[in-house]
C-alpha cells in the first residue's frame, strides 16, 4: 500500500516543522501506518517528506527488510552506549534520538497527541522543538481507506460473522433448563464458554482479540460490561465481538442481540425501535455529512419513541447512553466520530453504526454493523441477519 | 491486593508534587496497577494519597463498582460537555481534566514517562504543573510482586507450559518429507499451525497472546521473527511464548529450542553452551545483585567459548545479540533489566533468564525461563525440561 502523505506534508508546511515523529511500538496505529513496520518494544520513526526509522540492534536487520522507509538506523549508529554511560539510561537516550534528528534536520517537529512526555520533554531539553499535533494529522489521512485496506476489513468482517455464528448456534441448540439457564452438551450455557468459543473461531481465521462481549440480562445493560456466568432464557443476549488480523493489523467490529425464549414487551420494543434508528442513521449517511447528522437521526428515533438519550440529558444512565458509533481501522475507536460531534464523513471512511437501549430492569440491546461511507450513500459489508428471537 | 504505594508517596514529597496523574486505558499497567480498573478507552486516575478516577458516562457504572479507589467521578460532574461546546474538543477536554485536579487541590502533578504529550501540554496552558517521571515510580513498586500476583504468573506459566507441551508434541509426531518439511496428519507442518495449536490451548486456558514466535532455521536467527512456512528437519526451531492472563493481566514468557533429527554441529555447540550460561545467569542471581551482574556471567561464559556478545561488541550482528532477561508482570517487557544496565534487583522480582545464540548461517538457539528473585537466590516457577533432539 502507498499511503497519501501530502496532508502530513502540508501540516508540517503550515506550521513550518522540520518533521513528523512518532516512538512507539506496533500497537500504536499511526506508528504502524507510517513505518510499515511492526515491533513489539517502541521504535522511532521521523516523517520529513520522507520515512526515517530507528530502531534497536534486535529489530535492525528486519527493519531494514519490511518498513516502508527511505532509511533505517539504528541506535548503535548514534552512539547510544557511550551516551548512556556517559549521562546516563534516560538522558543518554534522549541525547541519542536527538543525533538522529539531527542527522535529518529536524530541529522542529510535531508529534502525536499522545507522544511520550518523557521522551518530548527530553527532547527540548536537548534543544528539539515538540509541538503535540492536537488535530491527529494521521489518523485523519488513516480514516479514510485504501481499496487494499478496506478488502483487510471485509475479510475481518467476514471471520467476525462466522464466529457469530458460531455462537449463535450454540444458543440454538442449547437446552432450557428448570432454573432459566441454559445447557449446552450436558454442561450450563455460559458467557465464558460462548466467548470462548468465538475467539477459538477467530484465532483459526488469524484473528486475535483481548475481550469479547458475551452479556446477558442486568449484565448487558452495561455497555462495556463483557459478562459472565450462566446464560439465561428469555433474557437479552448482547454479543460485541471486535477482531484484529492478527497478520494486517485491521480491526472488525460487529453487535448482535438474541434472546432465546420470550424476550419481555420492553426488550421487543426496544429490538424493534433500535433496528428503526439503525435504519435511520444509515439513511443519513454519505459522503459529505457530519457525524453529529447521523448521531441526531438515531437520537431522534429514541427520542420520538420516549426514551432518554445522552444527547438530550447528558447524566441518564439509562436508555441510549453511548454515541452512534466509530470509526475503525489500525485502531477499534479511531476518527472520525459518530457522536455530538462535529466532523465531516469522507468517502472511503470505515465507521461502525451501533445503536441501542440499556436498563438494569430489562437489560440492554444493541445491533452494530460497520460500513463504508461513500458518495451518496454507504456500502454495508456486515452480512448478517437480525433476529432477536432464536 | 493492597498495593504499597509509600513508594509513590515518597516521590511526591521529594519532589513537592501534589500528585501523580496517569491518562491511559486498561493496557498500561501503571494504570491498571494504580486504579485497579479495567477500560479499553482511555480514564484519568490521580493519587494523591488516595486513589480518585476520572471516566465517562460509560464506564462509570462498572469504574464505581471496580475500581479501587477513594473516589470515582465522571466528565459530566466538570461540566465537560459545556466545555467542549465552548472551547471545542481538545482544549475542552484538559479544562475538564483540570478542573478534576482541582478538585483535588492537584496544582503541581508527576506523570510517567509515556504519558500523552497533548494532555500534559493542554494542563500546563491551564496552569497545572506535569512533570514527566522519568525513574517510572509505579514501575519500580510493581517489580516487587506480591504473592497473589506471583500465584497468578506461576498459573500463567503453567498454562505457558501446556501449551508448550502441545506444540512439542506435535513436532514429535510428524514425520519427515523428502524434501526435509515435516508433516502432521496429512499436511505440512508449518510455524503458522504449531502457533494455531499454541494459541488455542492459551484460550481455553483464558490467556490471550498477539504473537508467538516458533521460528525455524534462518527465521531462527532473527530474535523477534515471528517464523513462517513449513517447519524443516535438522534446523532448530525456537518456540517462544509470552500469553497473558485475560483475567488477571499478568504474563508468563518461556521458550525451548527444538531439532526434528540432527542438529548441526554448531547448533549442538551453541545449546550446549547456552545451557551453561544460563546455569551460570542462575548462579549469579539473587536479591542485591544488580542485573548486570548476572548478564556479565552470561557473556563471559559465551565470550569465553568464543561467541561475539553485544556487551562486547555493540556493532555484532551474530552471536549473544539481546540482553539476558527483562522485568515480567502486568508488562510483558517491565522493570528491572537484565542487561548492561545497572539495576539492583530485589526479593520478590520476576525475571526472564534468555541466554541465546544466532547466526543465519546456522540459525538460532534460545532457552528460557522466568523466575522469582530471593534472599540468597531465586524461585525457578518454570518447569519444563530441555530437550534439544525431539
Not at 221 to 231: K, N, T, W
Request: hydrophobic share 35%; aromatic share 8%; proline share 4%.
Amino acid at each position: 500500500m502507498d499511503p497519501d502523505f501530502s496532508r502530513l506534508d502540508a501540516h508540517l508546511d503550515d506550521n513550518d516543522l522540520d518533521g513528523y515523529l512518532i516512538h512507539a511500538d506496533e500497537s500504536d496505529a499511526d506508528q504502524r501506518y507510517l513505518s510499515g513496520f511492526t515491533a513489539p518494544d517502541p521504535f522511532t520513526t521521523l516523517y520529513d517528506g520522507d520515512v526515517h526509522v530507528l530502531t534497536s540492534s534486535l529489530e535492525y536487520g528486519r527493519a531494514k527488510r519490511e518498513a516502508r522507509a527511505a532509511t533505517v538506523d539504528r541506535l548503535a549508529d548514534f552512539d547510544s552506549r557511550a551516551k548512556i554511560e556517559e549521562y546516563g539510561g534516560v538522558e543518554g537516550q534522549h541525547r541519542t534520538l536527538a543525533a538522529f534528528l539531527a542527522e535529518y534536520g529536524a530541529e522542529s517537529v510535531a508529534a502525536p497527541g499522545d507522544f511520550p512526555l518523557g521522551v518530548a520533554d527530553g527532547l527540548r531539553e536537548q534543544g528539539v522543538s515538540v509541538d503535540a499535533d492536537h488535530d491527529g494529522v494521521i489518523g485523519h489521512i488513516r480514516a479514510v481507506k485504501h481499496d487494499e485496506e478496506i478488502a483487510h476489513m471485509e475479510a475481518a468482517q467476514k471471520a467476525n460473522e462466522r464466529s457469530m455464528a458460531a455462537a449463535e448456534a450454540m444458543l440454538r441448540e442449547a437446552d432450557v433448563a428448570d432454573d432459566g439457564t441454559l445447557v449446552h452438551e450436558g454442561e450450563t450455557l455460559t458467557s465464558e464458554r460462548v466467548k470462548e468459543e468465538i475467539e477459538v473461531s477467530l484465532l483459526r481465521d488469524g484473528y486475535a482479540l483481548d475481550t469479547t462481549i458475551v452479556a446477558c440480562g442486568a449484565d448487558a445493560a452495561d455497555p462495556h460490561d463483557r459478562g459472565s456466568g450462566p446464560l439465561r432464557a428469555n433474557e437479552s443476549i448482547i454479543i460485541d465481538i471486535f477482531p484484529r488480523s492478527k497478520e494486517t493489523g485491521y480491526y472488525a467490529d460487529m453487535t448482535r442481540t438474541f434472546v432465546k425464549g420470550e424476550p419481555n414487551d420492553t426488550v421487543r420494543e426496544w429490538y424493534d425501535v433500535t433496528q428503526e434508528a439503525k435504519e435511520a442513521a444509515l439513511d443519513a449517511l454519505e459522503a459529505g455529512v457530519s457525524g453529529s447528522e447521523v448521531h441526531d437521526a438515531v437520537c431522534d428515533v429514541y427520542a420520538d419513541a420516549g426514551w432518554p438519550t445522552l444527547r438530550d440529558d447528558p447524566n441518564t444512565e439509562t436508555g441510549f447512553i453511548h454515541t452512534t458509533g466509530h470509526g475503525v481501522g489500525l485502531d477499534i475507536h479511531e476518527y472520525p466520530r459518530v457522536s455530538t460531534t462535529d466532523n465531516t464523513l469522507e468517502d472511503g471512511m470505515v465507521v461502525t453504526i451501533e445503536p441501542g437501549l440499556y436498563d438494569p430492569e430489562f437489560g440492554g440491546v444493541r445491533i452494530e454493523d460497520i460500513v463504508v461511507v461513500r458518495e451518496g450513500g454507504y456500502d454495508n459489508y456486515t452480512d448478517y441477519e437480525e433476529s432477536l428471537v432464536l
